[in-house]
């Protein structure tokens, strides 16, 4: 009896004991599935044709947090989709929080997206040091997986918080929720700097985008024919600004500095044939309206087809470099043969100036362009009758 008694005791014991903490373990699994659930089903996919990352959905179905990791990239135009497989893509309106580094845009959507926003903690409750909040850390390459992961915070100001992880890093864009799943802050560096949601929704803070340009640069080698049956090969470099990613607005200059050629000069009053050494180089100048067409839309790599019509200007150059010498005898030509030669100041240097219309296209994949030019010389002024220029280089935007 006494053992028995003992038995039931014990049995009662821990009963105790194991019920309350299994029940918690299920409470915290369930809170934990809760999380997850939400963070999943607020997450979105920005991108520019050049870039793109994780967002999140928050207040509405109409409002995407997302951390700008190229701040230029605000001028292309944005568009989202939940991080799902074939979801459909919304275009965005992009306004600037300017206060963090790297700046947060906050992205109003044209058309509301078919996810669930998270909520959006009390203001009036602002983590404190050491408080126990929730993140999402992804797992490997691949950004539908993931796992919530808890996370405490170190520091605490104005402008932002900090969270620690126990292992590895946070991915900017990811959200920092409370224990009811709302969102307190977005995650805006890998070491955990996070910026609570008040202060990113806060119309005062934020800054519109303004006119969306972005500059344009290009480096190109060129190689240019004609029917002066001259080819040149030079440098070519583009210079301008891009509207909307679409309207381009080019100044290209080209500077050509070949080598020595040998020159005949015609007889002059006493003298007969002459040579001398002359340098030709030649400044290309060129004005270019261009409209570029998306062919293909990836992030890093997009694909471009520019149309482009302007005007080119030439200068050349005339240069002589040394002394002339001139025959001695008028029927004799130094050039095809040896003649008595007699010693002459070179003639003066020479400049003259040409100037058309030019059309061409232009291919581009990411930031390498393969371009080509024509120049008709029925409609410009002291041009070949027809020149062609092939251009293969690098541009940036």
């Known amino acids: 009896m006494v053992c028995r008694s003992l038995a039931l005791a014990l049995v009662a014991l821990l009963a105790t004991i194991l019920v309350p903490q299994d029940a918690a373990s299920q409470s915290q699994a369930a809170q934990l599935d809760a999380i997850h659930s939400a963070a999943r089903e607020s997450q979105v996919f920005c991108y520019t044709h050049f870039s793109g990352g994780i967002g999140v959905l928050v207040r509405d179905r109409r409002t995407v947090l997302f951390p700008l990791e190229m701040p230029i990239d605000a001028g292309r135009p944005y568009h989202c989709r939940l991080n799902r497989e074939g979801a459909p893509e919304v275009a965005a309106q992009v306004a600037i929080y300017r206060e963090a580094s790297p700046h947060v845009a906050v992205l109003t959507l044209h ?12 203001a009036e409750r602002r983590p404190f040091v050491g408080d126990r909040l929730w993140s999402i850390r992804f797992v490997g390459m691949d950004l539908n997986e993931f796992e919530v992961v808890e996370t405490l915070v170190n520091t605490v100001s104005t402008a932002d918080l900090s969270v620690a992880v126990s292992e590895n890093r946070l991915t900017p864009g990811t959200p920092v929720l409370d224990e009811t799943g709302a969102v307190s802050a977005l995650v805006v560096s890998s070491s955990g700097r996070a910026i609570p949601v008040s202060l990113l929704l806060d119309e005062t803070r934020l800054t519109p985008r303004g006119f969306p340009v972005m500059p344009l640069f290009g480096i190109f080698l060129s190689y240019l024919w004609n029917s002066d049956d001259r080819d040149r090969v030079f440098l070519d470099f583009d210079l301008g600004a891009v509207l909307w990613d679409q309207l381009v607005l080019a100044f290209r200059i080209g500077v050509d500095f070949p080598d020595e050629q040998r020159r005949v000069l015609p007889p002059s009053g006493m003298r007969g044939w002459g040579v001398v050494e002359m340098t030709d180089p030649v400044l290309f100048l060129g004005i270019e309206p261009r409209y570029r067409l998306l062919l293909h839309q990836t992030h890093g790599m997009p694909m471009y087809l520019e149309f482009l019509v302007g005007v080119q200007w030439e200068m050349r150059f005339s240069n002589p470099q040394g002394l002339a010498f001139y025959s ?24 003259d100036h040409g100037v058309g219309p030019t059309v061409g296209i232009s291919y581009r994949v990411g930031g390498m362009a393969l371009t080509y030019h024509y120049t008709p010389g029925a409609l410009s002024y002291d041009m070949p009758d027809h020149s062609h220029r092939i251009s293969l280089g690098f541009t940036m935007f």
């Open 328 to 351: 001695m005898d008028a029927r004799c030509n130094p050039a095809a043969q040896a003649c008595p030669l007699m010693v002459a100041p070179p003639p003066p240097q020479e400049v």
């Open 111 to 122: 058309q509301e997206l078919d996810g669930t926003p998270l909520q959006l903690a009390s």
